[in-house]
């Protein structure tokens, strides 16, 4: 088929590389020049596992451009996946949508062409958008539409550091249209991808339990909803357990153990209960504050979501008052902090936990070291103004260290020799913020070991 894809970022890429993959024609649009000759030099603008591989492979099937008149006549599908920043009143900005919607009604040209709405977009944003569509082809054509476009919605729920095999291997496809022949050309189109018929990229191997992937083909309110409504799950998943994690650390139990025991009922799941600073990243924060805007448009309020994201803020003051704890003072005390991404595998910083936290230590003046194996340029770039020292060299967030805090799990902190560091550090003090580490090895090697409950455990040769 004939795919056009506008907009480069995590989403748009994966889907034009993953869709390239399986014998469709790309062509990608991004207005950003530079965007697009990093991607005709065979470089990707984003971090992402594997993707610079793929997209070697496939390139004979890819075309990047700026010019809409490139990718859109004669496209069979064309897929939205622009950036929906986060307001101030917590609905997201669509004028990128709009804008990239309006240059797309000016090129539609040929049979029909399916326009999807990639981006998490405001439920209600399908009927939006054509309108705008049918608004703009009249203007720029000079006549109706008729039967030239349909809308739909295809929600993605790649996580970042493992987009590509969430998008071949998904644990389902949602298409939604009031228009049964676009669900029927989503369906042609991703037909690979739901019989598994495609042979697997090297680096990505089926995972052996994978069948045939399931499809809900719907109306477009119902897809645009489960999206919101599986993120603000997930969301509020992490922060239940979080919450757990307060009474565990109380009552002296072990959450990974309550974790563990909770989530091998199969109707509870073991994934997304891992406790520790809560989540980050470009989609829970911002689905769970469109979620309760839209709902408030509807006079209806969202008791359970709105104290998920509660929950979610307060892990992350909560480092914080776990170090006043053992610190007593944090003013003029050296802090490290291990990880600015807000999850490992990925170099976005979006809504990064680690932002918050060296704000709040910084307010309270501390001196701040921080360390990331693949977001620390990113970061420099994106928060000039925040005082803190970066290094790309762990040791010096170790150095004269009082305390160091985990806050994002990379393999490569898990991994760390340890002891090659506790010698240089001021006071011992290891904060776990991702319950990632092991307390058995940290105290035995003489580290005092901290998670955001419970007491801190002494290191052993003092106990
Ligand atoms: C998420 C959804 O998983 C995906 O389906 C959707 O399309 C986009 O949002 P992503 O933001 O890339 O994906 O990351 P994810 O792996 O879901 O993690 C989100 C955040 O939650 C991270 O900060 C992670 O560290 C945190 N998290 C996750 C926890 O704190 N505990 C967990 O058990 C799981």
Redesign the pocket.
């Known amino acids: 088929m004939k795919v056009c894809v506008v907009g480069t970022g ?1 989403v748009g890429l994966t889907t034009s590389v993953c869709l390239a993959y399986l014998g469709h024609d790309v062509t990608c649009i991004d207005l950003d020049e530079r965007k697009i000759d990093t991607l005709r030099a065979g470089h990707t603008p984003i971090y992402e596992p594997f993707i610079d591989q793929l997209l070697e492979q496939v390139a004979a099937r890819l075309t990047f451009t700026t010019d809409y008149a490139v990718g859109v006549p004669g496209a069979d599908v064309v897929f939205i996946a622009v950036q929906t920043p986060q307001l101030g009143n917590g609905s997201p900005d669509l004028q990128y949508l709009r804008a990239a919607a309006e240059s797309v009604a000016q090129h539609l040209a040929g049979g029909l062409t399916v326009v999807v709405n990639k981006s ?1 977009v405001p439920i209600g944003s399908g009927n939006w958008v054509d309108a705008i569509l049918r608004e703009a082809y009249e203007r720029h054509h000079g006549h109706r539409p008729d039967g030239q476009f349909a809308v739909a919605s295809n ?9 590509l095999h ?1 998008t071949l291997y998904p644990d389902r496809i949602v298409i939604g249209s009031d228009n049964q022949a676009s669900l029927d050309v989503l369906s042609q189109l991703y037909r690979g991808i739901l019989n598994q018929s495609f042979t697997p990229p090297t680096s990505l191997p089926r995972p052996a339990a994978l069948g045939a992937v399931p499809l809900v083909s719907t109306d477009l309110a119902s897809a645009e909803l489960v ?1 919101y409504a ?2 603000a799950f ?2 509020l ?2 922060s239940y ?2 919450e757990i994690a307060a009474i565990a650390g109380a009552v002296g139990a072990d959450v990974a153990e309550v974790a563990r025991g909770t989530g091998l009922d199969a109707r509870i799941g073991s ?14 924060g911002k ?1 769970t504050a469109a979620l309760v805007a839209t709902a408030a448009e509807y006079n209806l309020a969202m008791p359970i979501v709105n104290a998920a994201r509660e929950v979610n803020q307060r892990q992350r003051t909560r480092v914080v008052d776990r170090l006043l704890d053992e610190l007593r003072i944090i003013k003029g005390r050296k802090i490290g902090l291990l990880g600015l991404a ?3 595998d ?1 170099d ?1 910083l979006r809504d ?2 680690a932002i918050d936290i060296a704000t709040l230590l910084l307010e309270r003046g501390a001196r701040i070291s921080l360390h990331d194996p693949v977001a620390a340029d990113r970061f420099q770039r994106e928060q000039p103004d925040l005082a803190a020292h970066l290094t790309h060299r762990i040791e010096d967030v170790f150095d004269d260290a009082d305390a160091v805090v985990v806050v ?2 990379w393999s490569q902190y898990l991994d760390l020799d340890w002891d090659k560091f506790l010698p240089s550090m001021r006071c011992p003090l290891v904060l776990d913020g ?1 319950h990632c580490l092991s307390a058995d090895r940290l105290t035995e090697l003489g580290y005092r070991y901290l998670t955001l409950t419970g007491p801190a455990i002494p290191p052993r040769s003092n106990a």
Do not use: H, M
Request: hydrophobic share 30%; with cysteine.
């Open positions: 995590y998490t929600p993605e729920f790649l996580r970042e550091g493992n987009a969430d999206k599986a993120n997930l969301a998943k992490i357990i979080n994934r997304f209960l891992q406790p520790g600073v809560g989540w980050g990243g470009s989609c829970f689905d807000f999850k490992p990925t976005d990064s936990p994002t799990d991702r």
